[in-house]
T-cell receptor, first 114, second 117 residues
């Protein structure tokens, strides 16, 4: 069965420093991986996805993610964090069945301090 | 592009009443939409997959008679919580599947917060 794990409940970063939000996955077959961000009392916003091709995927708001097949990881990164990046981040993997069902990780809360 | 709306954004109702939540894809057509439920400080729980013109597919443990889903057009899916009870209070989020170049991405609505008194 497909699954994703986000090992950190919360990540704290100082503004201007690089940030990393971790995600590991377990899939049978080729992984389709996604990152979404959720601000308080809002739905999820799509950041980026990996389907195939370059291992470094660039997304919205300056975020990028690196797909590492050998480590089964898809960590989200940003070179310089902003206070406005503070939010809840979800990693997701496409389920092996039809309809593009997604399986979400538990979420990681990112707190960027001034 | 790829905007999904939900209405209402917030609803308070009395126990025993029914509540309808609408999910619309504003600038694209979606044959498939999804309904999620999110509890405080938790991840999203998929409730059902809504397919235009056919019956929804419910996840295990989700009562189909309790959560009625209708996907009557390529831009609209509705979730009706029937005979709502306080334990149904939650944040309900929909998403619509956008297919571009054969690749699929889910775009999410802003969510609906339901409070049942």
């Amino acid at each position: 069965a497909q699954s994703v794990a986000q090992p950190e409940d919360q990540v704290n970063v100082a503004e201007g420093n690089p940030l990393t939000v971790k995600c590991t996955y377990s899939v049978s077959g080729n992984p389709y991986l996604f990152w979404y961000v959720q601000y308080p009392n809002r739905g999820l916003q799509f950041l980026l996805k990996y389907i195939t091709g370059d291992n470094l995927v660039k997304g919205s708001y300056g975020f990028e993610a690196e797909f590492n097949k050998s480590q089964t990881s898809f960590h989200l990164k940003k070179p310089s964090a902003l206070v406005s990046d503070s939010a809840l981040y979800f990693c997701a993997v496409r389920d092996g069945g039809g309809y593009n069902k997604l399986i979400f990780g538990a979420g990681t809360r990112l707190a960027v301090h001034p | 592009g790829a905007v999904v709306s939900q209405h209402p954004s917030r609803v308070i109702c009395k126990s025993g009443t029914s509540v309808k939540i609408e999910c619309r894809s504003l600038d694209f057509q979606a044959t498939t939409m999804f309904w999620y439920r999110q509890f405080p400080k938790q991840s999203l729980m998929l409730m059902a997959t809504s397919n235009e013109g056919s019956k929804a597919t419910y996840e295990q443990g989700v009562e189909k008679d309790k959560f009625l889903i209708n996907h009557a057009s390529l831009t609209l899916s509705t979730l009706t919580v029937t005979s709502a009870h306080p334990e149904d209070s939650s944040f309900y989020i929909c998403s619509a599947n956008l297919i571009q170049g054969g690749l699929e991405t889910q775009y999410f609505g802003p969510g609906t917060r339901l409070l049942v008194l």
